[in-house]
């Protein structure tokens, strides 16, 4: 991959911000998009010190930038960092708090604890998870992971785009973000010559067709919105259905509707799955339906936008930053349980989804494929 250029919607965190850091990295061209405008000034921050620290150029950290600051209690509003402030919503009722930490200018993002919510409500105690549980069903932020539950989610001379969740494994990629809600959509910043920044909502038509007016060689769609995506089939309200198949399958097949057919031949659409739809759990009748059919849809489109390439990327269960804050002191615990049941014996990292992206988006002659990065979760 030479010259490229790439857009991440949801590219301030998780899968989304690995994969910027990667194609950084190798000189090419990118242009992260999501809902929050707070999280892509921070997230643009990092990219920037990272690319420009020629003593640690490791793409693979990248994943660490944006990471929970854990649940806050106090009502924080604002967190300083060294590269500048940012402010989130304060902690009235598990609203989120974004900012760059006092370290070095890295990002926190995290869900205060004043009503013990974190992302979305899990099929079993009504809190959240990140990743999939250890035992299954507990709902994350981003694209799916294993178990049923969900994990926690430019332009220039050649053209790359990727849209990704901010939040879990979007948040090593990671749609629409994780944010407190706000207007979104039309706010460009160029931050330098190979990075720009874009507020878009994928789930918004009139947002998406906007981003037509750029040219693009690939398309990355990881967006997702695990708030309200697990639930009890009983109790699972229509409108939250209505709201995960919008950003899990409406939204990419937004994209590809307004920005397929201006692709070179060659380009690429890659949309990312999850393991739930191969290995679902109770509560995530919604979640399965969505993956099953976002990969049906990129086979279809794999043929209608011939000669554009689409494909999907299939990950399990990710090691993200939202870990800390969801399962704490037991973090460790629980990822060593599942990655003791894994044939890779680890679980992932939203590097190990950066780079199976990047294979597919380099490789013409692979379309209408699904790629599973699960560690040989749907063995087990």
């Given at each position: 991959?030479?010259?490229?250029?790439?857009?991440?919607?949801?590219?301030?965190?998780?899968?989304?911000?690995?994969?910027?850091?990667?194609?950084?990295?190798?000189?090419?061209?990118?242009?992260?998009?999501?809902?929050?405008?707070?999280?892509?000034?921070?997230?643009?921050?990092?990219?920037?010190?990272l690319d420009r620290d020629t003593t640690a150029p490791d793409p693979a950290t990248a994943d660490r930038a944006v990471r929970p600051v854990g649940?806050?209690?106090?009502?924080?509003?604002?967190?300083?960092?060294?590269?500048?402030?940012?402010?989130?919503?304060?902690?009235?009722?598990?609203?989120?708090?974004?900012?760059?930490?006092?370290?070095?200018?890295?990002?926190?993002?995290?869900?205060?604890?004043?009503?013990?919510?974190?992302?979305?409500?899990?099929?079993?105690?009504?809190?959240?998870?990140?990743?999939?549980?250890?035992?299954?069903?507990?709902?994350?932020?981003?694209?799916?992971?294993?178990?049923?539950?969900?994990?926690?989610?430019?332009?220039?001379?050649?053209?790359?785009?990727?849209?990704?969740?901010?939040?879990?494994?979007?948040?090593?990629?990671?749609?629409?973000?994780?944010?407190?809600?706000?207007?979104?959509?039309?706010?460009?910043?160029?931050?330098?010559?190979?990075?720009?920044?874009?507020?878009?909502?994928?789930?918004?038509?009139?947002?998406?067709?906007?981003?037509?007016?750029?040219?693009?060689?690939?398309?990355?769609?990881?967006?997702?919105?695990?708030?309200?995506?697990?639930?009890?089939?009983?109790?699972?309200?229509?409108?939250?259905?209505?709201?995960?198949?919008?950003?899990?399958?409406?939204?990419?097949?937004?994209?590809?509707?307004?920005?397929?057919?201006?692709?070179?031949?060659?380009?690429?659409?890659?949309?990312?799955?999850?393991?739930?739809?191969?290995?679902?759990?109770?509560?995530?009748?919604?979640?399965?339906?969505?993956?099953?059919?976002?990969?049906?849809?990129?086979?279809?489109?794999?043929?209608?936008?011939?000669?554009?390439?689409?494909?999907?990327?299939?990950?399990?269960?990710?090691?993200?930053?939202?870990?800390?804050?969801?399962?704490?002191?037991?973090?460790?615990?629980?990822?060593?349980?599942?990655?003791?049941?894994?044939?890779?014996?680890?679980?992932?990292?939203?590097?190990?989804?950066?780079?199976?992206?990047?294979?597919?988006?380099?490789?013409?002659?692979?379309t209408g494929t699904v790629l599973h990065v699960d560690g040989g979760h749907r063995l087990v």
């Amino acid at each position: 991959m030479t010259n490229q250029h790439v857009l991440v919607i949801g590219g301030s965190s998780g899968m989304g911000l690995a994969l910027a850091a990667r194609l950084l990295h190798a000189g090419q061209r990118v242009t992260i998009a999501g809902r929050s405008a707070t999280r892509l000034a921070a997230a643009a921050a990092h990219l920037t010190a990272l690319d420009r620290d020629t003593t640690a150029p490791d793409p693979a950290t990248a994943d660490r930038a944006v990471r929970p600051v854990g649940l806050d209690g106090g009502g924080v509003g604002a967190v300083a960092g060294s590269v500048g402030a940012v402010a989130g919503s304060d902690g009235g009722a598990g609203r989120e708090v974004v900012g760059l930490d006092g370290a070095g200018g890295r990002v926190t993002t995290g869900l205060d604890g004043s009503a013990g919510a974190v992302v979305g409500p899990d099929g079993g105690t009504g809190g959240a998870a990140a990743g999939t549980d250890g035992g299954g069903g507990s709902p994350v932020a981003g694209t799916d992971g294993g178990g049923g539950s969900p994990v926690a989610g430019s332009d220039g001379a050649a053209r790359r785009a990727m849209v990704g969740s901010e939040g879990g494994t979007g948040r090593a990629e990671a749609g629409p973000d994780g944010g407190a809600g706000g207007a979104v959509g039309g706010m460009e910043r160029e931050v330098d010559g190979r990075l720009r920044t874009v507020q878009v909502d994928i789930g918004v038509e009139e947002e998406v067709e906007a981003l037509a007016g750029h040219a693009y060689d690939h398309v990355v769609v990881t967006a997702a919105d695990a708030v309200g995506a697990y639930a009890p089939l009983a109790g699972f309200a229509v409108e939250a259905a209505r709201a995960v198949l919008a950003t899990k399958v409406l939204g990419p097949w937004l994209v590809a509707k307004h920005l397929g057919g201006a692709l070179p031949a060659g380009g690429s659409l890659v949309f990312t799955s999850g393991v739930a739809a191969y290995r679902p759990g109770p509560g995530a009748s919604m979640i399965a339906t969505a993956n099953g059919a976002l990969e049906a849809l990129a086979r279809s489109l794999a043929l209608e936008l011939a000669p554009v390439r689409v494909n999907v990327v299939s990950p399990g269960w990710v090691d993200t930053p939202i870990w800390d804050v969801l399962a704490g002191d037991a973090k460790g615990e629980r990822l060593a349980a599942m990655a003791a049941r894994l044939p890779a014996g680890r679980v992932g990292t939203p590097d190990d989804i950066a780079r199976a992206i990047v294979a597919l988006l380099d490789n013409g002659f692979v379309t209408g494929t699904v790629l599973h990065v699960d560690g040989g979760h749907r063995l087990v």
